[in-house]
Nanobody, 119 residues
């Protein structure tokens, strides 16, 4: 069993920044690829960003150039730095392991962290 604890969300104005953190109860190097997902009201959960054990990253098109994913294997923690936030980024953000192409590895999810972008 694995547990995810996400934090760092909040309410910001358009153009603002936030950094999310996700602490995992297992060794994330052993898990492999890690990723962030988000779910906006009325929408399905979608993949946002992934990072491999070799720190190769990939992003959904709408966040490219604005979001940065990174990982600290020594802390079993994954981060998502979000810049130039837009109202359409409003969602609950979750992390999980990732299996190709961008599907969540585990069935269990954390509580997520709410991000609200509003003027």
């Amino acid at each position: 069993q694995v547990e995810f604890v996400e934090s760092g969300g909040g309410e910001v104005q358009p153009g603002g920044s936030l950094t999310l953190s996700c602490t995992v109860s297992r060794n994330i190097f052993d898990i492999g690829i890690m990723g962030w997902y988000r779910q906006a009201p009325g929408n399905q959960r979608e993949w946002v960003a992934t990072i491999s054990t070799g720190h190769l990253t990939d992003y959904i098109e709408s966040v490219k150039g604005r979001f940065i994913i990174r990982r600290d294997n020594s802390k079993n923690t994954v981060y998502l730095k979000m810049n130039n936030l837009r109202p359409e980024d409003t969602a609950i953000y979750y992390c999980n392991g990732v299996k190709r192409p961008a599907l969540p590895l585990f069935d269990s999810w954390g509580q997520g962290t709410q991000v609200t972008v509003s003027s």
